[in-house]
Antibody
């Protein structure tokens, strides 16, 4: 049974960098694709980006200039960094395993973490 | 980006009821749609993908249908553990996008 758990500061100051880590158990990061999704209060979910088992990354164009996703296979963790945050980046952040299949351009998510609330405020 | 509109946004129902939730896409997305269940403080759970394929381990009272722009999630006989928020996700147009969610409450 794959389990994902987000961790990181719950409060970040405006203009600083939001940093979160997802720890994966029950599976190896050396397979599948691993993504980040967020949900601002009262709004819908937004896909942020993914990192693949080979280290390739893909980011939502709306956030691409501020996002970096990296992986530490020795710890079976992957991380999200979002730079120059504002109040609009306040959200529950989820990590999730992505299912990419041949013949399909995009993906869905078959395992999620429970999410962590990050508030951007001074 | 493709917009997904779910209806209703909230719904009250009783144990044993048959419930249908709709997800409408702003453009045709073939059958590239997934449904998820989300309970407060828990990880979202994949229920259905490819519009109608039940994820392994999901009870058969859940079913999905539709293609193109109109999709439905049906729960044939509500159980107490089904009260949650349900949302859809399209994976045909980049970037993938999600519906706003439907909150299913106990009547």
């Amino acid at each position: 049974q794959v389990q994902l758990q987000e961790s990181g500061p719950g409060l970040v100051k405006p203009s600083e960098t939001l940093s979160l880590t997802c720890t994966v158990s029950g599976d190896s990061l050396s397979s599948y694709y691993w993504g980040w999704i967020r949900q601002p209060p009262g709004k819908g979910l937004e896909w942020i980006g993914y990192i693949s088992y080979s280290g390739n990354t893909n980011y939502n164009p709306s956030l691409k200039s501020r996002v970096t996703i990296s992986v530490d296979t020795s710890k079976n963790q992957y991380s999200l960094k979002l730079r120059s945050v504002t109040a609009a980046d306040t959200a529950v952040y989820y990590c999730a395993r992505e299912v990419h299949r041949s013949g399909y351009f995009l993906w869905y998510f078959d395992n999620w973490g429970q999410g962590t609330l990050v508030t951007v405020s001074s | 980006a493709i917009q997904l509109t779910q209806s209703p946004s909230s719904l009250s129902a009783s144990v044993g009821d048959r419930v249908t939730i709709t997800c409408r896409a702003s453009q045709g997305i073939s059958s590239a749609l997934a449904w998820y269940q989300h309970k407060p403080g828990k990880a979202p759970k994949l229920l259905i993908y490819d519009a109608s394929t039940l994820e392994s381990g999901v009870p058969s009272r859940f079913s999905g249908s539709g293609s193109g722009t109109d999709f439905t999630l049906t729960i044939s006989s509500l159980q107490p553990e089904d009260f949650a928020t349900y949302f859809c996700q399209q994976f045909d147009y980049y970037p993938c996008t999600f519906g706003q969610g439907t909150r299913l409450e106990i009547k």
